[in-house]
């Protein structure tokens, strides 16, 4: 199954799999060429110099191999205790692509940036790991993006998928190349937030992008800075005057002229990516979703989720992107319920009530949440005990339109998912719509 060609976009449904086509030529194993004959390294010459003639060492002249072309793929290599595709820069993943460089890596496999030799653009493939269940779980997110392609006339909601392949027991996507995640941006810049200007602007976008997937009954389910792509990696640097070298994640030495710079991106086009847990609003929706951080209440207390659970992602995003730092650093059930009530105020009663077995011993006689009794150590009740209610978060860091940002927040950031804003009511919130009528957008 070293290379099975499969449709390129638009293809069959994933339950639908073509049949395996014959092995193509140009992945069989190369012919064994016999060494070419030792040429020395260095010879010498006569070379006229100053009207004198020298002995000069001078380069070779070129070597020419009889051998298989360049654009072959590599030779059959075993993948790594992993499962991940083992490959070396230079290489080709079949004759169409040129590995150029490892853009990233997670539980599902790599994404590398490759050159398309028969579009002549730079791409990028994320190859997925060769275990079944990422391989189906590769399907679905096919499945997905050409669903979610067909219907994104514009090609602005999210990345837009070039065509698939089987290639050696992986399953490889290819997608046009866009610029860094909010959260490397974030991170290069040391964690310092961005304007609320440019959050306003990201907002719209990643609402407009839900509503978008929701109108087509899918629910993204693990929304978050990661899965949210600049469309260009273009930047331009500017003054901060905000900035303090004592709020620094990493400690640097000032500069003499206390000169301080940071990068903005320079388009705030983004696009939403990895639909591999992506799911319909009719399939089951009681198992564990969304990355911890991002991860809405009714997941924690096993009372099921939908479409409201990526308008909470959604609220967690945009504290971050003011902020510069995750707003639930968490990584436990019951430290991360703590953090909620310590920003957002006590779960409701009727939630606390219906909590699944799992959740049950979270809560004190099912009444209230067991904290700080049933805190892991004083290292977890310091984590919540230092965190501000959220008016007091969002107002530390915003410094116009702070009013409009709470009132949102507090819509997307309702622990009933009833009562959480949808995303088409979200963009009509006065946070985006007086931005209108201010700016004249």
């Not at 993006?145 to 999210?158: E, I, M, V, Y």
């Not at 027991?169 to 866009?178: A, D, P, T, Y």
């Not at 978008?212 to 990696?233: A, C, G, Q």
């Not at 049933?374 to 005990?385: L, Q, T």
Request: with cysteine; hydrophobic share 35%.
């Amino acid at each position: 199954m070293e290379a099975q060609w499969l449709a390129e976009y638009p293809h069959q449904a994933a339950d639908n799999r073509p049949r395996k086509r014959p092995r193509l030529a140009w992945d069989a194993a190369p012919q064994l060429f016999p060494p070419p004959k030792a040429i020395p390294m260095l010879y010498c010459g006569q070379e006229l110099i100053n009207g004198n003639f020298t002995t000069a060492f001078l380069p070779p002249p070129p070597i020419y191999y009889a051998g298989p072309p360049r654009n072959l793929s590599p030779p059959w290599r075993p993948d790594d205790k992993d499962g991940h595709y083992v490959f070396t820069l230079g290489e080709n993943l079949t004759p169409r692509y040129r590995i150029l460089s490892k853009m990233g890596e997670g539980t599902f496999g790599q994404v590398l940036e490759c050159w398309d030799l028969e579009n002549q653009e730079s791409v990028a493939i994320k190859i997925v790991r060769s275990l079944q269940k990422y391989r189906e779980a590769a399907m679905i997110e096919i499945d997905v993006l050409q669903r979610l392609g067909k219907h994104d006339f514009t090609g602005s909601r999210c990345v837009q998928i070039r065509n698939w392949f089987d290639y050696r027991n992986h399953i490889c996507i290819v997608f046009e190349k866009l610029g860094p995640s909010l959260y490397d941006f974030l991170r290069k810049n040391n964690y310092r937030s961005f304007a609320i200007d440019l959050v306003r602007e990201f907002a719209r976008q990643i609402l407009e992008s839900v509503t978008f997937m929701h109108d087509l009954r899918l629910i993204h389910t693990d929304l978050k800075p990661e899965n949210i792509l600049l469309v260009s990696p273009d930047t331009i640097r500017v003054h901060d005057y905000k900035f303090s070298f004592f709020s620094m994640k990493i400690p640097i030495r000032p500069p003499k002229d206390g000169s301080v710079f940071k990068n903005l991106p320079k388009s705030s086009a983004i696009k939403l990516i990895d639909f591999g847990s992506t799911t319909f609003d009719h399939q089951d929706h009681n198992y564990v979703v969304s990355t911890r951080h991002y991860r809405a209440p009714e997941v924690i207390l096993g009372l099921g989720w939908n479409y409201p659970c990526d308008l909470w992602s959604v609220g967690c995003i945009l504290v971050e992107l003011c902020s510069g730092e995750a707003l639930f650093q968490t990584h436990e059930n019951l430290e991360h319920l703590a953090m909620m009530e310590k920003v957002l105020g006590p779960l409701p009663k009727h939630m606390i009530a219906r909590a699944d077995r799992r959740a049950e011993k979270y809560f004190r006689r099912g009444l209230r949440l067991d904290w700080p009794e049933g805190a892991a150590s004083r290292e977890s009740m310091k984590a919540v005990w230092k965190l501000p209610r959220l008016q007091n978060l969002v107002m530390q860091h915003v410094d116009h339109s702070a009013g409009d940002l709470i009132d949102l927040l507090q819509g997307l950031l309702r622990y009933d998912p009833d009562e959480r804003l949808k995303a088409r009511q979200a963009l009509q919130h006065p946070f985006f719509t007086r931005c209108h009528r201010r700016c004249g957008y």
